[in-house]
């Protein structure tokens, strides 16, 4: 005996979704109101142009000096980072620039280190967020736009951040043999570190991503591939040079719930 005939139009399955998901969508909204339920907010980084992190050493000179100078939540402590399957830890000053969709749009540079959470895992911490377009943030609550630039001509992709003292980061990869390159595997560490993201004032967005994350087409460009011109404050903590430069091939899709920790 087989199972009934599944239906074959889609009518009043059409005009129950129309009807039942608008009901969802204002009783969660409600709970937001009252303090009961999280939003839930879409979050998309765009492939074109790609995705860059360029993650830069903090010199062992200047660590404690670092650590001083970004006044983070004593219990949010340093930690030092992996991003790449197989090498050494170091503690890290990372900069993500990028074209995201949703919640935000615009082109973002964002300056983040690492941290042990209450659980001591490593987490992501931002420690200065720039935007293209006005902005949110946990910390600085409404943020004017900044002058950030990412584009690719040709094989060249041009980056350039302006920090909050008006100073420039700007760089150039030649993308020309990325495509020679071989994939790296990013560390479970780091891509962990994705789960909670803190600011500096201790609140952290909980993320949820999808396979483009988890399992991401990166490559790495080393050497005279990239240029850097660093004029930002941020310049006297760190190796002239990246540890890497990863470059991100397909879009990233993030649902996030914004200020998780926040007590209601």
């Not at 969802?24 to 998309?44: D, N, T, Y």
């Not at 042990?116 to 609550?141: C, F, K, T």
């Not at 094989?155 to 993308?175: K, N, P, R, T, Y």
């Not at 990239?226 to 903590?237: E, Y």
Request: hydrophobic content about 40%; aromatic content about 10%; glycine content about 6%.
């Amino acid at each position: 005996m087989a199972l009934p005939d599944a239906p074959g139009s889609f009518t009043s399955r059409r005009i129950f979704k129309r009807i039942l998901y608008p009901i969802v969508a204002l009783s969660e909204a409600l709970g937001i109101v009252l303090g009961k339920s999280q939003p839930r907010l879409s979050f998309v980084v765009e492939a074109e142009p790609p995705s860059t992190y360029l993650n830069f050493v903090i010199k062992s000179e200047a660590l404690e000096s670092f650590r001083e100078y970004i006044n983070i939540p004593a219990d949010l402590p340093l930690s030092p980072m992996r991003c790449i399957d197989g090498e050494q830890e170091d503690y890290l000053l990372t900069l993500n620039i990028y074209r995201v969709s949703g919640i935000a749009s615009g082109i973002r540079a964002e300056w983040s280190t690492y941290i042990s959470d209450h659980q001591g895992i490593r987490r992501y911490m931002v420690l200065e967020a720039r935007s293209s377009n006005p902005s949110v943030d946990a910390v600085e609550l409404i943020v004017g736009g900044s002058r950030v630039e990412h584009d690719r001509q040709g094989d060249i992709l041009s980056s350039v951040a302006e920090s909050q003292s008006g100073e420039l980061f700007s760089s150039d990869c030649d993308i020309a043999e990325l495509d020679s390159a071989p994939y790296v595997a990013i560390a479970g560490e780091w891509l962990e570190a994705n789960d909670y993201i803190y600011w500096r004032n201790g609140l952290c967005d909980r993320a949820f991503y999808e396979a483009g994350m988890a399992n991401p087409k990166v490559r790495n460009l080393t050497g005279d591939a990239v240029s850097i011109d660093d004029q930002t404050h941020w310049a006297q903590f760190v190796e002239p040079r990246p540890k890497h430069t990863l470059i991100y091939e397909t879009p990233l899709e993030f649902v996030l719930m914004p200020w998780r920790n926040l007590e209601k």
